[in-house]
């Protein structure tokens, strides 16, 4: 009982209601339910990525920057990178709310004294629970203004 007081129930809603969003986005797409699975995967690799720490992923990104050939890389990889912003800003506007309201939980977490494993698992229920729901009313909306 003392865990359900200590959680961050605000960032908690707010993560549930941006996963809603993208599942009511994603079923009026009407996507193949092998997409279905691919998105949950991502979300799993995603928040995976993002609450728990890789270390290794700063001990490697120094190399990135070692030589004139790979700084070159990085900044055509960059170029490029921004120019999908610029023609997909509506979805980068969806993906970074997304990503803002994981990053929030993360950090409401981590004030709390959480455990990284505990906050992945919590952050992945409400999440993929988010989706289900965003998904399950828009089913219910389109089934309800199709009969009427």
């Known amino acids: 009982m003392l865990i359900l ?14 996963y809603t969003t993208l599942g009511w986005v994603l079923y009026n797409a009407n996507i193949q339910p092998y997409v279905w699975v691919l998105v949950v995967l991502a979300i799993l690799v995603f928040v995976g990525g993002l609450t728990i720490p890789w270390s290794k992923i700063a001990d490697y990104s120094i190399s990135f920057f070692a030589s004139n050939v790979r700084s070159f890389g990085v900044a055509v990889l960059g170029a490029f990178l921004f120019f999908l912003i610029l023609a997909w800003f ?3 506007l969806d993906i970074l709310v997304i990503t803002a309201a994981v990053i929030l939980v993360k950090i409401d977490f981590q004030a709390a004294g959480f455990k990284e494993g505990l906050t992945f698992w919590i952050t992945n229920i409400f999440s993929l629970t988010g989706l289900g729901l965003g998904a ?13």
């Open 136 to 148: 399950l009313a828009a089913k219910v909306v389109s089934d309800y203004i199709t009969v009427s």
């Open 90 to 92: 509506r979805q980068f």
């Open 5 to 18: 007081k200590r959680l961050p129930w605000l960032s908690l809603l707010l993560l549930l209601f941006t």
